[in-house]
């Protein structure tokens, strides 16, 4: 059985992000391994955990099916959500959210174990986009092979803006020769933004609402 995995936001208050050294937080947004940032937790504050399982493949299809990102990043945080360590709740209270807190789905679907929608009002809509996209992304590609994790851009064009996050250099061109024209892009288009790059257009969060 695949082992479950933890995950912090990268805006939780707990981390302390002046403590980090250069490129970590990058490194941990790539790689999203608590251990990495497991160090610079400040004290005496805990940090929100996110506890996730590889989502089954009869209910992956269900997130599949979803009209837009958003909404597929919703359904993955849906299903791939086991517990939530450190929840605070609006009163303040500080608990665990787990199966016997969540509300499941009963008998008007054929998903097991998956949050019902009102559940997701527990949280936040940058949670719920954020998490559930680590939740795609480990669920989508090949187990036993490196995976590569994302932030949605929104998220990476105001991480870049706080300095919290570098924006990825855009490749430079090589230079012109005398005897070819002196334009700056190839002939017929113009260069792509890298898929991760902070200026590359927003993806589409219509419907995630």
């Not at 995950?7 to 608590?34: C, K, M, Q």
């Not at 269900?62 to 359904?75: F, K, N, P, T, Y």
């Not at 559930?132 to 480990?138: H, K, S």
């Amino acid at each position: 059985m695949p082992e479950l995995m933890r995950v912090i936001s990268v805006t939780d208050e707990a981390l302390d992000v002046a403590a980090l050294p250069d490129g970590h937080f990058d490194e941990y947004v790539r790689r999203r391994d608590y251990a990495l940032i497991e160090p610079f937790i400040k004290p005496g504050v805990l940090p929100t955990v996110y506890v996730l399982r590889e989502i089954p493949h009869r209910t992956f299809s269900h997130v599949l099916s979803q009209a837009s990102e958003g909404q597929r990043q919703m359904a993955a945080f849906q299903c791939a959500l086991v517990r939530v360590e450190n929840f605070r709740t609006d009163e303040g209270a500080i608990v665990m959210l787990n199966e016997q807190g969540f509300a499941r789905y009963g008998k008007d679907t054929s998903l097991p174990n998956v949050l019902k929608d009102e559940e997701l009002e527990n949280f936040g809509h940058d949670e719920l986009l954020e998490i559930g996209e680590v939740a795609f992304t480990r669920s989508f590609f090949r187990k036993r092979t490196a995976r590569v994790y994302q932030l949605p851009h929104t998220w990476r064009a105001r991480l870049v803006a706080q300095a919290l996050l570098h924006a990825e250099p855009s490749r430079a061109l090589p230079a012109s020769s005398s005897d070819e024209p002196s334009s700056t892009t190839p002939s017929g288009g113009s260069s792509s933004a890298s898929p991760t790059d902070a200026t590359a257009p927003e993806r589409s969060q219509q419907g995630a609402a």
